[in-house]
DNA sequence: AATGGCGATGGAAGCGCTTACAGTGGCGGC
DNA sequence: GCCGCCACTGTAAGCGCTTCCATCGCCATT
């Protein structure tokens, strides 16, 4: 053991102005940046409030103004780089808007309503991200009582909503595979109405529909690696693996593992089928062959989340839904040349580069 | 624009207390679980509230008990899937107890102490993890107000601190390179003292020096991809590639930037260069050759650091630091046979499997 | 020299909740 | 039939801060 000693609670208001020789009223001033106070004044309530080191408590300001100065977001159990780039993006913007952040985890299944409704009261608006565990319900009453807005998320009319592009970008991508003279394409991917991957499907059927072609297949499973092995097996042990030419997967892990599982099988991708993703993680950059997905300025997610978050607080209207457009990135696994995995040139788009690091 | 209608503000206690015609106390007795509260009453409580909607303001209750029953956590800003682990470590373990967490992005640049003060006045105790841009100054004077813990950061003798094993697991490693008859192995990352990357260091050197081995190479840079393309051009540049037989890096960026780019110049790995990373990325597994790296349980270290920081609060000690073990993850890029990456055969160790999903 | 106006300051009333402390009434024991 | 105890409940005093309103000099006007 280092150490016994527990920090002291630390100064008041109080204990500042009476060092300062003043009212509670002129450091409160002092502190908010509006008040007139004289120069001298509020030299001397800093000095005092230095030597004390006083640290203005937050609930006590939160009581007096009725406003807590923060900002909830919930979110799934979930550490991937998809959660962690929008939760960079909202902090950000959030913290420039001088706003906290409290985070709140709540998994997919578990409707954890009373975790939800413990961060309602700490804070004046919150975010619901994408598959977080709170279901429809929870988010319609959260929203009737403070601002809400969701990302990636079945609409609700109280809450301002915004997402990615899908639904045109996917049916670009499946064009794309079209124009490599692909005929027969299947999708892998839950398509529940409202979710991402469901209007990504439905853009695959558009681009089919176009083209007058029917879809040749469609594997409904969750857009994990563990379902993207588990199709590839099939595939393999069905022999539909050689009856189609190409597969539109839901998201980058499916597909990674689809192409890692067909390759050791002899499959060759993209020459017996190509392969795309979605979401343009890390791995797609240095995956043999390089996978062709989709980057969504996810951080831009965060980052307008937070504002609306801001405005609506200030006593903004719900508006109507925003989309945040998403870029095709095309590499080697949809039949396109091979490029090698440099930074530089690893950005063909104009899509923000993603950050990932450590 | 879809809706006028902005939430009204939403009831008090006082409120609750009126409809179900009893006393304030009483209201605040029923949803504090342990006051007596007669049966018939608490019903009656209950029912107001929800009727009302009724959500306590967490201000009113942390200026009155004079506890904010809500932890700070200080994080650089970045998205990867290192500090995302840790979050969702944090975030777990203080929900359990019944905690909030308020999230700080500070880089590691900028000293934006304001932020952190800030914090400090809406917290009960703050968690700093490794890279934050807070400098030990900072965190040393957080400490001095309220509990505080560091999570893989040089340590202050006023605050808790956690670290992932890296000297000893460093050591193993390279130990492992000598036993596939490696010798002439170099080292890539900034080796500052109390950082991860420093200990690691200090393990590949006592792996050398108990071999009698020299040091082959140092190269020090930051620990970012960009880094790692750098650091792969200059060893062909220069030639030096031809004079090792190994690299071991500071973490499985570098490793993974400088094994793409080497294997665009035409050199085997691990053939005629060996290359270990650190952090088992979920690239890691995918690339080709696979990565041999370190897998350390960082949820386990968000897990601990929530703990210790509740307990600090509740006025134990400051205790000595605590370090988690890691385990080393052999693949192809060391030397070893490889093994397809399939999510059931890539979790060759005892550390529990990293989540990594969207 | 009296009058306004105004910048600077203090007084004091809350904000919504917790928690001593002080009843209040019913009931068993004597 | 009175007393004391106990289970409940109410009263009220804060918690630390903001902010309206009043006060007080002091200087520029008239």
Not at 115 to 124: F, I, M, N, S, Y
Not at 301 to 325: C, E, N, S, W
Request: charged share 25%; glycine share 8%.
């Amino acid at each position: 053991m280092t150490s016994n000693i527990n920090p002291a609670p630390s100064a008041t208001i109080y204990e500042v102005a009476a060092r300062a020789g003043v009212s509670i009223a002129t450091v409160s001033r002092t502190f908010a940046d509006n008040g007139s106070v004289a120069p001298r004044t509020r030299e001397a309530v800093l000095t005092a409030a230095q030597e004390l080191r006083y640290v203005p408590a937050a609930a006590a300001r939160a009581l007096a103004v009725r406003r807590s100065k923060a900002l909830g977001v919930v979110l799934p159990h979930i550490a991937g780089p998809y959660y962690a780039e929008l939760l960079v993006g909202f902090e950000l913007a959030a913290s420039q808007l001088g706003l906290s952040v409290v985070l709140t985890l709540v998994a997919p299944n578990d409707r954890r309503a009373a975790t939800v409704h413990e961060l309602l009261g700490r804070v004046d608006g919150i975010a619901f991200m994408a598959r977080s565990g709170a279901d429809d319900d929870t988010v319609r009453r959260v929203a009737a009582a403070r601002p809400t807005v969701t990302v990636a998320r079945r609409r609700i009319p109280e809450a301002d909503a915004f997402f990615a592009e899908n639904r045109e970008t996917a049916r670009r991508l499946t064009e794309h595979l079209l124009a490599h003279g692909r005929r027969r394409i299947g999708f892998v991917g839950l398509a529940e109405g409202g979710s991402d991957i469901g209007r990504r499907h439905r853009g695959y059927l558009d681009a089919l529909e176009g083209a007058g072609l029917d879809p040749a297949l469609h594997l409904s499973v969750d857009p994990v690696e563990d379902a993207g092995f588990a199709v590839a097996e099939q595939l393999l042990a069905d022999g539909a693996v050689h009856e189609l030419d190409a597969l539109v997967c839901g998201n980058d892990e499916l597909a990674i593992a689809i192409i890692a599982r067909l390759a050791a099988a002899g499959v060759r991708v993209p020459e017996d089928l190509a392969v795309t993703g979605w979401d343009d993680t890390r791995t797609a950059r240095y995956l043999a062959p390089s996978l062709s997905t989709v980057r969504q300025d996810v951080s831009a997610l965060g980052r307008l989340a937070a504002h609306r978050l801001a405005a609506r607080i200030d006593g903004d209207p719900v508006q109507d839904p925003v989309t945040v457009d998403s870029a095709l990135v095309l590499r080697a696994s949809c039949g396109c040349p091979p490029v090698p995995p440099r930074p530089s040139s690893s950005v063909p788009s104009s899509a923000p580069s993603p950050k990932e690091s450590r």
